[in-house]
């Protein structure tokens, strides 16, 4: 089992250009298709607490959902920002890559290069 996982939309740029480079360097992560397979909020807690970023910054603020939900709103916690991400996993921003060095948001793709 690889050491390495990637939360991955394969119809995402910034999602491929990350797998590409790290398999591009031998490595083979464990891909984590969140939208087919979507995380719990207990997941999504876990994996926010790894990140160490603000709940707000793992989302997806173009997404339609984002405005359907109001989720713009200040007012909205993370508690139910988490909850709208579980239901609705479109919302979490990609690629999530986690290693053994750390984890982040690979936007752009080349931040993937500071895991490895």
């Given amino acids: 089992m690889s050491e390495i996982t990637i939360y991955h939309n394969n119809r995402c740029s910034n999602s491929r250009g990350a797998l590409a480079l790290l398999r591009e360097r031998g490595l083979e992560p464990h891909i984590v298709d969140y939208l087919a397979q979507p995380l719990n909020a207990d997941e999504l807690k876990a994996l ?12 997806r603020s173009k997404e ?3 405005a359907e939900l109001g989720l713009g709103d200040a007012g909205v916690s993370d508690e139910q920002l988490i909850a709208a991400v579980a239901a ?9 890559v986690v290693t053994p060095k750390g984890s982040a948001l690979c936007r752009p793709p080349e931040k993937v290069l500071d895991l490895i």
């Fill in 48 to 59: 926010i607490a790894r990140l160490g970023v603000p709940v707000r910054e793992l989302l």
């Fill in 64 to 66: 339609a959902a984002y």
């Fill in 88 to 96: 609705h996993p479109v919302l979490l921003n990609r690629p999530i």
